[in-house]
């Protein structure tokens, strides 16, 4: 059974930096790129970051670029979203998909930004 | 970045109707489009790839169409349990992006 769990998620100060985790079992981690898709309160997903295979690939929204970084352990099953100078409009539920054909999905993390 | 534009909004109709959703891209994704359905607490749950692929699980009653910028989401005879919201998502150019969504509710 594939699975994906988020962790770190939790309550920043505006400017502050958080790195939330995704754990991921029950398929070929290392075969397959991954995404890093937000949902602010009542409205559509957002995708954020995407990273390849071989963790040297990446690619950004406009709205994160330069503020976040999306790296991977494949050896870990372990894929990475580092945060830095977090802004209220951040402030989502931080979900890690499997990129192929976005069939699977974790439950997602929380992550407010707010003072 | 492309902008999906998805309607109508909100759509109220009784189980056994048939639900119409619609999807415009601003630009041509080919068939590069799929269909979500979310429903409180849940991530989203893929439904339709590439236009009109149904994903593993999903009933026949669920079924997409279009190519281009134009996009349908029919369901045939809505059951109880598919009162959701529905997001279409273009996945030819990145970022990939996703309309702001249906609310199918009932009438």
Not at chain 1, 79 to 93: G, I, K, W
Not at chain 2, 7 to 14: D, E, I, R, V
Not at chain 2, 16 to 24: F, K, P, W, Y
């Amino acid at each position: 059974e594939v699975q994906l769990v988020e962790s770190g998620g939790g309550l920043v100060q505006p400017g502050g930096s958080l790195r939330l985790s995704c754990s991921a079992s029950g398929f070929s981690f290392s075969s397959y790129s991954m995404h890093w898709v937000r949902q602010a309160p009542g409205k559509g997903p957002e995708c954020v970051s995407a990273i390849g295979t071989n963790g040297v690939t990446t690619y950004y929204g406009d709205s994160v670029k330069g503020r976040f970084i999306t790296s991977r352990d494949n050896s870990q099953k372990m894929l990475y979203l580092q945060m830095n100078s977090l802004r209220p409009e951040d402030t989502a539920v931080y979900y890690c998909v499997n990129a192929d054909a976005y069939q699977y999905w974790g439950q997602g993390t929380l992550v407010t930004v707010s003072s | 970045e492309v902008v999906l534009t998805q309607s109508p909004a909100t759509l109220s109709l009784s189980p056994g109707e048939v639900a119409t959703l619609s999807c415009r891209a601003s630009q041509s994704v080919v068939t590069y489009l799929a269909w979500y359905q979310q429903k409180p607490g849940q991530p989203p749950r893929l439904l339709i790839s590439d236009a009109s692929n149904r994903a593993t699980g999903i009933p026949a009653s669920f079924s997409g169409s279009g190519s281009g910028t134009d996009f349908t989401l029919t369901i045939s005879s809505l059951e109880p349990e598919d009162f959701a919201v529905y997001y279409c998502q273009q996945r030819r150019y990145w970022p990939y992006t996703f309309g702001q969504g249906t609310k199918l509710e009932i009438k």
